[in-house]
């Protein structure tokens, strides 16, 4: 049985703007480290047997300040980084619900439709994080406890395929910054224990 902490990375400023970042290399916020020390303080788990992370840096520095907290180091996973929005990164929500109507309207109503320009599905992004969570358990099939830092789209994408939700839905579940879902992983089986918990960043 393999346990896997699945988190968002902390607060960017873009995140704070409404911008939308995909690929990007946004850093982290002051907000957003302050986020990743209060997850690192009072996790909920006291042991950890291995950390991954997206190659993207505020998934990385996230992870970096976790992983100091349980003296490990942090292995990145390119795959799990978050879906490429293409020309649509960098840009405000309000400015594509003004400028492209059309277009921008499937990334909410109809994501399993939505294609940003020069960027990918979000099926293609479901398969890839997929994979790559599947090659890290199967990397851990000794270990107990596993955290994986991503991203909010990617995370969402992970939970509808483990709870068997098409992607259509998949707004449907909130994915707050530093947010901790908690995952069982048992000879295949997937059970989603926790989703969305941000209580370490409000009860202290």
Not at 55 to 62: M, Q, V, Y
Not at 83 to 92: K, L, N, P, R, T
């Amino acid at each position: 049985m393999t346990r896997i902490f699945l988190i968002r990375h902390g607060e960017t400023e873009w995140n704070a703007s409404g911008r939308l970042q995909g690929n990007s290399n946004v850093q982290l916020s002051m907000v957003g480290l302050h986020q990743a020390r209060l997850l690192a303080m009072h996790a909920p788990f006291h042991t950890v047997d291995a950390i991954y992370s997206s190659d993207l840096i505020r998934a990385k520095a996230t992870a970096d300040i976790l992983a100091a907290r349980f003296n490990l180091k942090v292995q990145q996973v390119p795959e799990l980084r978050e879906a490429s929005f293409g020309d649509w990164e960098g840009q405000s929500i309000k400015t594509l619900v003004e400028e492209s109507p059309d277009d921008f309207e499937k990334f909410f109503t109809a994501p399993e439709l939505c294609k940003p320009p020069h960027g990918e599905t979000f099926a293609d992004c479901q398969t890839r994080v997929v994979n790559a969570v599947r090659k890290i358990v199967a990397e851990n099939e000794d270990n107990n406890r596993v955290i994986i830092v991503s991203h909010g789209a990617a995370i969402r994408l992970l939970l509808c395929a483990a709870l068997g939700m098409p992607i259509h839905k998949m707004w449907a579940i909130a994915q707050f910054n530093m947010a901790l879902n908690v995952l069982r992983v048992d000879d295949g089986s997937v059970t989603v224990e926790m989703m969305n918990s941000t209580m370490h960043l409000y009860s202290f």
